[in-house]
């Protein structure tokens, strides 16, 4: 019995990466484009995944490489948008961390 439960636990694990990838990178699309929401998919994918998971820090680890090379520009009006949207990811991450938690601890205890 314990190989059966142990073959069908890895199997939810894969099916949960793989629904995690999609959904985040399907959220990353829909930030770029005005179609698809956004926000509504890249927190179910970042619990699914979890927040340690490689592609979750390396895609924060970009942004925030990203916004730090927008601030130090020489160009006025690119270092302004780059504090502003260092701003505004600090904001969004404050609100946002709070209910990626809670899709966890959900998550968590529905597969438990």
Do not use: D, F, Q
């Amino acid at each position: 019995m314990k190989r059966v439960w142990k073959s069908i636990s890895g199997l939810l694990n894969i099916a949960r990466r793989i629904t995690g990838v999609l959904l985040l990178c399907t959220g990353i699309l829909g930030l770029l484009l005005p179609v698809l929401p956004g926000w509504s998919l890249i927190i179910p994918g970042v619990a699914l995944l979890g927040r340690r998971h490689r592609l979750v820090r390396l895609s924060h680890l970009s942004v925030r490489h990203a916004l730090r090379w927008m601030r130090r520009r020489r160009h006025r009006h690119l270092r302004r948008l780059g504090w502003l949207l260092t701003t505004e990811y600090g904001r969004t991450r404050r609100i946002v961390l709070p209910a990626i938690v809670a899709t966890e601890r959900t998550i968590a205890r529905v597969l438990a």
